[in-house]
């Protein structure tokens, strides 16, 4: 009989201004699934929480699908499982929360079986369902991530944690933007010049994240790989980006959190000032939002 199990992972932000596709940040917002084993041969699915009433609760839930994925190449028949799943993070809105679910099924395989999978094995299987490693990264590992594909499609990365309290201010439009649309519209190629632009911060918000220096974000943050052509998808961000040339008491920066439409801000101060300066900025496009004030989550997934 296998004993009751609950598996957590983070929601994460990546890109973090000009780290398109690299840099990523774990987040405590968490999508939590429950499993232990069932009577019945079908599988049991229940959820609540964010997307509850618009994902599949079956064998079609991304869940289910990449879990069953990883036993079929594996070797292995899932035992009959009840599933319930309580999830916190927003659907569509750049938080990972598609690599959540990845990384919740491929980790229920894991539960399961009480077999760690290699960090080669957890990334390929992961890949089938998306493969773009920023946010697989942070949401398995936690903390603050660097992440890189190799030719031969093995991920290397680096993990740091996030000890140092920074604040963190989420505006979290009522509106979805889908990932694959949100991708479509960045270009091929760069002039070198924006290339170059985009390395420099890049590095310098690794160099932020790690030496602590978080008022180096200011300039950090800014970008000219995906913001600038994904704002037109997103009305009213190109003035919440305005927001950063403003001297706003207590604000360090703001930027789109993945592909969006959320919004991160980085502040030390005034939370509630810098959201109502957000939030108005959408309310002109009739756009509502909601707040979360969050930390870096540092233990990534976990199974207990």
Do not use: W
Request: with cysteine; net charge neutral.
């Amino acid at each position: 009989m296998i004993p009751k199990m609950t598996i957590q992972v983070p929601a994460s932000t990546t890109n973090l201004g000009a780290g398109f596709d690299t840099l990523g940040l774990a987040l405590q917002l968490y999508l939590k699934v429950a499993i232990e084993e069932s009577h019945r041969p079908e599988l049991s699915f229940t959820m609540d929480g964010e997307g509850a009433a618009d994902l599949p609760t079956g064998a079609e839930n991304l869940i289910a699908r990449v879990m069953r994925r990883v036993f079929e190449s594996e070797s292995k028949s899932p035992p009959p499982l009840r599933f319930h799943v309580s999830n916190q993070i927003p659907i569509a809105r750049g938080l990972g929360s598609s690599a959540a679910a990845i990384v919740a099924g491929i980790s229920c395989f894991e539960a399961v079986t009480g077999k760690d999978l290699t960090p080669e094995k957890f990334f390929r299987y992961a890949f089938e369902f998306e493969n773009h490693p920023d946010n697989i990264t942070a949401a398995r590992y936690g903390g603050f991530t660097v992440s890189c594909v190799g030719a031969n499609g093995q991920v290397t990365f680096s993990r740091s944690l996030m000890l140092d309290p920074l604040g963190i201010l989420l505006t979290v439009p009522e509106f979805h933007l889908q990932t694959e649309k949100a991708r479509a519209v960045i270009p091929k190629e760069l002039a070198l010049q924006d290339a170059v632009f985009n390395i420099q911060r890049s590095a310098l918000t690794v160099a932020a994240f790690l030496k602590k220096e978080f008022s180096l974000l200011k300039e950090s943050l800014l970008d000219k790989v995906h913001q600038p052509y994904r704002a037109p998808l997103i009305p009213g961000f190109s003035e919440v980006l305005a927001l950063n040339e403003e001297s706003i008491p207590g604000l360090i920066a703001v930027c789109l959190s993945g592909a969006g439409p959320s919004v991160l801000a980085f502040a030390e101060s005034n939370f509630e000032v810098i959201y109502q300066r957000i939030a108005q900025i959408f309310g002109k496009h009739g756009i509502s939002c909601r707040r979360f004030d969050l930390r870096v989550d540092n233990q990534g997934r976990v199974i207990s």
